[in-house]
RNA sequence: GGGGAUAUGGUGAAAUUGGUAAACACGCUGGAUUCAAAAUCCAGUGCCGAAAGGCUUCUCGGUUCAAGUCCGAGUAUCCCUACCA
């Protein structure tokens, strides 16, 4: 018997299709578009098993939506830039250009090893000049139109990478990569103008029908609207020019119940009053040490400082309210000063408490008496009536929040207001292998962007990584130009582009890879949008907002016409392996552990083998397998049908040994099918003949036609599970089939046909195998998803359960569609039901047509 | 602190609109084959019980002829977010 290498197999069909060019498509076409489209990877060299699951998932869908008579779109490309190529030059004296063209190199292999349907002809990298230079124009056309902007200010620094991290790339107060505490710096930094799309953002999650709930919920939280009011409160003296200080409010209702004003340590005002208050000063260098490193102990804490100044309420003659600089208070959001109530704010509370200032009750809980009611230590932010507040008393609090919002603006000291949680974001990074910034920094002009001839600004590539902060500020020639207005002496911005700037664009390119263009916008409109998108949900929030905000930027440059880039959206769970541990605590691979009768042992020492929890595979846990090792040893398409089998793509996945085993398993009792199948029969087989054909050949095609409705079904709603359940279903009908003379030969083949076609988007190369086994010279890559035999669908029987009183007694074949008199007669005369319902009085029977009868007794 | 998700056999899971719970697989048990093993094939496998039968979708309550599914209360686990005024 031949044995089945996969890697034979497999070789083989990838390079057929390569030659054939067969995925490579065109925007002429008469068939509808479709554009599905996976997170393109970052190339660190090697793929690992997450690539594994989100490729095979967009490969399923486009190898599927082609046969459906899709014109598909499915390309591949690089998200080149980054900080591990600096890294790995430092480590081992490499270029970063020539480290990640090697890593790509490798990876586009390993890509094609899994044999994806991709139009390779289409593929980008971002560190390719020729991708680079359209984004460098683009952000030039965002400054004219004042979509991008230059601010000094407050960063947060990452003293191991030399570089400034976004808010999001700061967790606990470390950096993401480093893990070490971030120190605040102030810089001048460009800027996109993202909070000026924030309301559309925000009210055009609810469009996008086909995205995940959880993540439109992540972005409605992350841009975070909250309306309220800005009050301006008078100070009793003048501080320098300072008149007044603004405050940011949802409560104006509790207007009445401000007891004092807090400002934020980064205040002006407290830059102000920290040169010539030293016990501010210190308190504000207090601050900033805390910021950062002890932000939970932070969080327990909260600490404020007298600046002796007040201001008057608003409505209350003569009332003056003191004004305290205090920790929790955050300048990047609102006016960086707040009012506080401490009856109805928690923390406000907290403060009023320790700096002992009043507290007022304005809010009156609904079964509370607003004579006795009074606060304890935990304020009361519930709904209720307002009192203590002069004319506003007895209101509720929804309409005191506009009576107070009237008689604000009414007195002109403040405005109704809508804050967002959103804040613009910051696109400088200073480091060298990243796309340069297109400014030249003049002493005498100012900004001036490099002109459009002048475009790409190329990385320089002699540099050098032995000294920490930005080679690019470091280069001897690099960065001094003449300036291109009056021709004096400039210098270059040596900062360069965020990385997520590559990624907001990336979908449009590949619409156009290789225009001189940044891309023609007849083209990106036929493409656009991404019908189906597929990535992790770690850029649930990131990435998926900011290329949001980048097609309505480009739209509003005139690039395109367009609001959303990803019509579907589906995000994969993460692949998890169980970790072990060895007797001495070290992490062990799983190819380090092997098992004995039900004990895991060490592969080295036979020693007993500490197993610790399922969990996301990591390179720090050990927990990880290679994917090029299971492809080499079982096959790519045993890989793929593991990555589909059991859990739903949302879900996470628990990579087994004993899966896969369980995969490869199947692969080859279809490999067996693929030798010496029936021949292809001069006539095919239709669906009009199926009536003279014996039960047994009835059967098999029935269960056939029915798994290709079934697997069809499933994949549109990304229930591949259920797919390659009903694929078992499908094989095991076939090898159990014992097909007789002429007819038994034509239905096998028919069968093993349709077999192929649907086996074709889960595991290609064996699909190829049998269909080209069965005799046909085309690709089952291909062919079109089969036609099915309706009358196939349906069986003139059905079995009904009959209950009494609910409980499931017994069960009945009956003819479908059988009338419900009938139905109830047939179950009336059913043994159990008479031996059940002996004596008893029938009160009712339901009768639910083809599905279920139950007797009420 | 805030928001969200999930909970079904030994395990991953299925049950699309309230209508036969556990499809399909993994694992396990027994058998066939084999000098032996691997591979393969056949049979069994939710739980309790010798059986008859009873019980079963995290817990408690409710609606209904009928609840994994709907409603209310609670528990556990995971994820996101966090002084957002």
């Known amino acids: 018997m031949t044995k089945f290498i996969p890697s034979q197999i497999e070789k083989k069909w990838q390079v057929a299709w390569e030659n054939s060019n067969c995925f490579s498509v065109n925007e002429f076409s008469e068939k509808p578009k479709y554009y599905v489209l996976e997170m393109f990877p970052y190339p660190s060299g090697r793929i690992h098993m997450g690539h594994v699951r989100n490729y095979t998932l967009g490969d399923v869908v486009a190898r599927f939506r082609r046969a459906e008579g899709f014109n598909v779109l499915h390309p591949m490309g690089w998200d080149a830039f980054g900080l591990p190529a600096e890294n790995a030059a430092m480590e081992r004296n490499t270029h970063p250009a020539k480290w990640t063209q090697q890593n790509i190199t490798s990876m586009r292999e390993q890509l094609k090893s899994m044999g994806l349907s991709y139009d390779w002809k289409r593929e980008i990298a971002t560190c390719d000049p020729e991708y680079f230079k359209h984004e460098q124009l683009i952000f030039i056309k965002f400054l004219e139109k004042g979509l991008a902007y230059r601010k000094e200010s407050w960063v947060n620094w990452d003293p191991v990478e030399n570089t400034v991290l976004a808010n999001e790339q700061v967790v606990d107060g470390c950096g993401w990569r480093s893990g070490v505490p971030v120190e605040r710096r102030k810089l001048s930094q460009w800027f996109l103008h993202i909070t000026r799309y924030a309301e559309?953002?925000?009210?055009?999650?609810?469009?996008?029908?086909?995205?995940?709930?959880?993540?439109?919920?992540?972005?409605?939280?992350?841009?975070g609207r909250s309306e309220g009011a800005q009050i301006k409160f008078f100070l009793t003296d003048n501080v320098d020019d300072i008149t007044n200080i603004e405050v940011f409010t949802t409560r104006p209702d509790t207007l009445f119940g401000a007891s004092f004003l807090a400002?934020?340590?980064?205040?002006?005002?407290?830059?102000?009053?920290?040169?010539?208050?030293?016990?501010?000063?210190?308190?504000?260098?207090?601050c900033e040490k805390l910021g950062t490193s002890e932000a939970a102990l932070e969080q327990a804490e909260k600490r404020g400082v007298d600046t002796k100044l007040f201001v008057y309420h608003p409505f209350v003659n003569g009332k003056k309210i003191p004004v305290y600089i205090a920790n929790f208070v955050l300048m990047d959001y609102g006016t960086g000063a707040i009012f506080g109530c401490p009856a109805h704010d928690q923390r406000d509370l907290d403060f009023a408490r320790k700096y002992d200032l009043p507290v007022t009750e304005v809010v009156c809980p609904e079964n509370e008496n607003e004579n006795s009611f009074s606060i304890g230590n935990v304020a009361y932010t519930g709904p209720g009536k307002i009192i203590n507040s002069g004319n506003w008393n007895g209101l509720d609090i929804e309409t005191a929040r506009e009576v107070a919002i009237n008689?604000?603006?009414?007195?002109?000291?403040?405005?109704?207001?809508?804050?967002?949680?959103?804040?613009?974001?910051?696109?400088?990074?200073?480091?060298?292998?990243?796309?340069?910034?297109?400014?030249?920094?003049?002493?005498?002009?100012?900004?001036?962007?490099?002109?459009?001839?002048?475009?790409?600004?190329?990385?320089?590539?002699?540099?050098?990584?032995?000294?920490p902060g930005n080679p690019l500020d470091m280069h001897p020639k690099w960065k001094y130009i003449a300036c291109p207005n009056c021709g004096l002496n400039a210098e270059r911005e040596t900062d360069t582009f965020d990385t997520f700037f590559e990624s907001s664009w990336y979908f449009l390119r590949f619409t156009d890879p290789n225009s001189n263009i940044a891309f023609d916008p007849k083209k990106a409109f036929y493409w656009m949008p991404v019908d189906q998108y597929i990535g992790g949900v770690e850029h649930a929030v990131l990435h998926l907002l900011y290329s949001r905000f980048f097609t309505r930027a480009l739209s509003d440059i005139g690039y395109l016409k367009l609001k959303e880039p990803f019509s579907g959206l589906m995000t994969q769970g993460m692949v998890c392996h169980q970790s072990y541990k060895s007797q001495d605590n070290q992490w062990l691979f799983p190819n380090e552990v092997s098992k004995k009768g039900g004990e895991f042992v060490s592969v080295n020492d036979n020693l007993p083998v500490k197993v610790g929890r399922v969990e996301k595979m990591s390179k720090s846990k050990k927990n990880v397998v290679d994917p090029e090792e299971i492809i080499k040893s079982f096959g790519a398409d045993?890989?793929?049908?593991?990555?589909?089998?059991?859990?739903?793509?949302?879900?996470?996945?628990?990579?087994?040994?004993?899966?896969?085993?369980?995969?490869?398993r199947f692969i080859n009792k279809i490999f067996k099918l693929t030798i010496n199948p029936p021949l292809k029969p001069k006539h095919k087989l239709n669906r009009n003949e199926i009536k003279d054909l014996s039960p047994e050949n009835l059967d098999l095609l029935r269960t056939s036609h029915r798994s290709v409705q079934i697997i069809g079904d499933n994949i549109k709603r990304f229930s591949f599970n259920k797919c390659v359940a009903q694929l078992h279903i499908f094989v095991n009908a076939i090898t159990s089939f014992t097909h007789e003379g002429e007819v038994g030969e034509r239905v096998k083949h028919h069968v093993l046909e349709l077999l192929a076609q649907a086996l074709s988007p889960f595991t290609p190369h064996i699909a190829e195998e049998l269909w080209s086994n069965l005799g046909n010279s085309e690709f089952v890559s291909?062919?079109?998803?089969?036609?099915?035999f309706e009358n196939l669908l349906i069986d003139d029987t059905v079995e009904i359960a009959i209950q009494i009183n609910g409980k499931v007694r017994a069960k009945l074949r009956l003819p479908l569609d059988l009338p419900k008199e009938e139905a109830e007669a047939a179950a009336l005369s059913c043994k159990e039901v008479k031996k059940y319902m002996s004596g008893k009085e029938i009160k009712r029977i339901i009768v639910v047509p083809n599905r279920i009868i139950n007797v009420v007794g």
Request: aromatic share 10%; hydrophobic share 35%.
């Open 200 to 223: 559309e953002l925000l009210g055009a999650i609810k469009t996008l029908s086909d995205w995940p709930e959880r993540v439109r919920l992540m972005q409605h939280n992350w841009i």
């Open 263 to 286: 400002i934020s340590p980064h205040h002006p005002l407290t830059g102000y009053l920290s040169k010539i208050n030293s016990k501010i000063l210190k308190f504000v260098s207090e």
């Open 407 to 467: 008689a604000i603006e009414t007195g002109n000291f403040g405005t109704k207001k809508v804050s967002y949680r959103l804040r613009d974001w910051g696109v400088s990074r200073q480091r060298y292998w990243g796309c340069p910034i297109p400014i030249i920094h003049c002493s005498n002009c100012g900004i001036v962007p490099v002109p459009e001839e002048d475009l790409p600004v190329k990385l320089p590539e002699d540099v050098q990584f032995n000294t």
């Open 638 to 664: 045993t890989a793929r049908l593991f990555m589909l089998s059991d859990s739903p793509p949302d879900r996470d996945l628990e990579w087994t040994e004993a899966g896969v085993e369980g995969s490869f």
């Open 782 to 788: 291909s062919s079109p998803w089969p036609d099915i």
